[in-house]
């Protein structure tokens, strides 16, 4: 069975600093791996997505990832936060080969960004 | 433009009532989703259609039913079989053919027990 695994469930950072959100992935077959970030009673929003195109996936406002297959990870950096970066993001895995294009997601990070 | 609405956004119940929540797609996709939503538990998938008249359970379906009568549609039905109710739900869609596609989601209902 696929999961998701995302270390720290609370992330700070400072405004312009570095930010990354770890994932890691369990996966038995070739995995399909997406991040979606969460506004406060919204839905989610898909940032990127790595479909074995390349390793290094660039998605939406200034976000990318990288798809590291013999750390099964998928973390997803971006160089300066903005306070409007401020949000849950979660790490997600499709389950493919299963169900179709079950999901199976993350607890979710939650990202400040300190003024 | 296409997208995903869930009505309504805020939805009270009172203990023993059974009350439906509306998803709605004009995407074309063929595969529809209901998640819950509770703080520190990420994303638990109820139940998820890749057809019309056809739907499966997930992880969480135990209080919950759904129909699929129409492809743009897929309403979710909180019985009082469901002992923890309270919860942000999700609704979401996506082209069902390969596990590259990503899944749209909706805006979300947030559903309170009185």
């Known amino acids: 069975a696929q999961s998701v695994t995302q270390l720290g469930s609370h992330v700070s950072v400072s405004e312009g600093a570095l930010v990354l959100l770890r994932c890691n992935y369990s996966?038995?077959?070739?995995?399909?791996l997406f991040w979606y970030v969460q506004y406060p009673n919204q839905g989610l929003q898909l940032l990127l997505k790595?479909?074995?195109?390349?390793?290094l996936v660039k998605g939406i406002n200034g976000f990318e990832a990288e798809f590291k297959k013999s750390e099964t990870s998928f973390h997803l950096t971006k160089p300066s936060a903005h306070m409007s970066d401020a949000a849950e993001y979660f790490c997600a895995v499709s389950d493919w080969q299963n169900t179709g294009n079950q999901f199976y997601f993350g607890t979710g990070t939650s990202l400040t960004v300190i003024p | 433009d296409g997208g995903i609405t869930q009505s309504p956004k805020y939805l009270f119940r009172k203990e023993g009532q059974n009350v439906t929540l509306s998803c709605e797609q004009n995407l074309n996709h063929d595969a529809m989703y209901w998640y819950r939503q509770d703080p520190g538990q990420g994303l638990r998938l109820i139940y998820y259609s890749q057809i019309v008249n056809d739907f499966q359970k997930g992880d969480i379906a135990e209080g919950y039913s759904v129909s699929r009568e129409k492809k743009e549609s897929f309403p979710l039905t909180v019985t009082s079989a469901q002992k923890n109710p309270t919860a942000f739900y999700l609704c979401?869609?996506?082209?069902?053919?390969?596990?590259?596609?990503?899944?749209?989601f909706g805006p979300g209902t947030r559903l309170t027990v009185l």
């Open positions: 979401a869609s996506s082209m069902e053919r390969g596990g590259y596609n990503e899944q749209f």
């Open positions: 996966s038995s077959v070739p995995p399909y």
């Open positions: 790595y479909t074995s195109a390349a390793t």
